[in-house]
């Protein structure tokens, strides 16, 4: 394991620590968890937009989308434990 010096302000500080005590753990134990689940959420995050982006892209290539009433009540139907068809992405542009 590596070592990094990380400087923080004392308010910073102090709120660390006094949720480490909360949570029964030390306070490099709470910094590293803190630190791993805001580096796991920006990669979550950046996935999110480079799929979103794709999928953005596909829709202007192909012209098909699904609509989204019928989206819904498929997922509601599912949701409630009943088969549902799926719906067919038809075309948007005229």
Known sequence: MSTTSLKLPEDVKQLAVAAAKQQG??????MVDAIRAAATNAERRAQFVA???????????SGKGYAADEVHA???ARAQGMSAKKPRAKAWRA
């Open 74 to 76: 498929y997922m509601r």
């Open 51 to 61: 799929d979103a982006v794709a999928s953005r892209k596909e829709a202007l290539e």
């Open 25 to 30: 753990v030390t306070p490099h134990a709470f």
